[in-house]
C-alpha cells in the first residue's frame, strides 16, 4: 500500500465512521418506532428509519466532498505537504513538545514551525 493510498484511506475515514453510525442508528430508530407495530398498533413515527439513513448519507457525502476538496487542493499544489512523503498534514493536535500535524500518508509528525 502506497502513501498515497493510505492517505486517501484516511481522508475517507470520517465519512465512513459517520454513514455506518448513521445507518446504525437508524436501523435502531426503526426498530424501536416499528415495536408498536409488531403488537398490531400503529408505528411510533412513519419512515423515521429512512429519513435518518437520508440524512446521514448527505452529511457523509458532505464529508466526503470536503476532504475530496483537500485531495483535489493537494493534487494542484496546495496544502501544507510532509516534507518525508509530500503527502497531506493532518489537522493541529497539542502534544508533549508542543503543536504537531500528523501526515496522513506515512503516519510521521511535524512539530509546527518546522514544516
Ligand atoms: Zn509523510
Request: positive net charge; charged residues 20%.
Amino acid at each position: 500500500m502506497t502513501f498515497e493510498m493510505k492517505m486517501l484511506l484516511r481522508l475517507a475515514a470520517p465519512a465512513i465512521v459517520v454513514l455506518g453510525a448513521g445507518l446504525a442508528l437508524a436501523t435502531i430508530a426503526s426498530s424501536v418506532s416499528d415495536l408498536p407495530k409488531a403488537l398490531g398498533g400503529a408505528p411510533l413515527f412513519d419512515n423515521v428509519g429512512d429519513d435518518m439513513a437520508i440524512a446521514t448519507a448527505v452529511v457523509a457525502g458532505v464529508v466526503y466532498l470536503w476532504q475530496m476538496t483537500r485531495y483535489w487542493r493537494w493534487t494542484q499544489g496546495n496544502g501544507d505537504r510532509c516534507f518525508v512523503c509530500t503527502c497531506l498534514l493532518g489537522r493541529e493536535r497539542d502534544g508533549r513538545f508542543g503543536p504537531y500535524r500528523k501526515c496522513l500518508g506515512c503516519g510521521k509528525n511535524h512539530a509546527l514551525g518546522r514544516l
